[in-house]
């Protein structure tokens, strides 16, 4: 069941859709019709507190906040299905990307996606590529012919990282 919220005029964003349109460009979420086709073929639709078509519909109303606090920004795998069923050709995708980057700039980030990054910048991979695990890992490669393993370049990842905006997020987790 759908929670009701109230809200007065002035505590909407009303700029909130543009300032998202100006980005996305000509896929914006301004061509919504809200049929639902997004939500009718999303693949997690069942695990987001807010379904495809609603984060649309609140980012058109100047939800902002409820937007950006939502689960549902993190919970999607990024299939596409939703952008490939559109039949206005909007960018959910594209969208779901931009609000995460909003999110995390205003810096809600769910701690399981900030140890991730932590994690990929300490040593460049999601998993850490050390000990026991490279051990097995390089036998295996030795064993089948296939040459030693060469790692990510770590100032590139963490040039990334730094640039995404997350680099702090990653030196605070460091420090602590």
Same mark, same amino acid.
């Given at each position: $069941? ?13 700029? #909130?859709?543009? =300032?998202?349109?100006? !980005? ?16 009718? &073929?999303?693949? %997690?639709? *069942?695990?987001?507190? $807010?379904?495809?078509? /609603? ?38 995708? @594209? ?9 995390? !700039?205003?810096? /809600? ?14 040593? &460049?991979? %999601?998993?850490? #590529? ?9 036998? /295996?490669?030795?064993? $089948? &012919?296939?040459?030693? #393993?060469? &790692?990510?370049?770590?100032? =590139?990842? /963490? @040039?990334?990282?730094? =640039? ?7 030196? *605070?987790? *460091?420090?602590?």
């Amino acid at each position: $069941m759908v929670e009701m919220i109230k809200k007065n005029a002035n505590d909407l964003d009303h700029q #909130f859709r543009y =300032e998202i349109s100006k !980005k996305v460009g000509a896929k914006s979420l301004l061509n919504c019709i809200q049929c639902g086709v997004c939500s009718s &073929g999303c693949t %997690v639709t *069942e695990y987001v507190d $807010m379904q495809p078509h /609603r984060v649309v519909a609140s980012c058109l109303l100047g939800l902002k906040e409820e937007v950006l606090s939502s689960q549902a920004i993190w919970t999607c795998s990024l299939c596409h299905r939703c952008t490939e069923r559109c039949p206005k050709n909007v960018d959910y995708s @594209f969208i779901l990307a931009l609000l995460r980057n909003m999110s995390v !700039k205003e810096g /809600r980030i769910p701690k399981e996606y900030s140890g991730t990054v932590v994690t990929i910048y300490n040593n &460049g991979f %999601v998993i850490p #590529f050390t000990g026991g695990l490279k051990d097995n890992i390089d036998r /295996r490669r030795n064993r $089948m &012919g296939l040459p030693e #393993f060469i &790692g990510p370049n770590l100032d =590139e990842i /963490r @040039f990334i990282i730094e =640039e995404t905006g997350l680099g702090d997020l990653a030196k *605070e987790k *460091e420090d602590k």
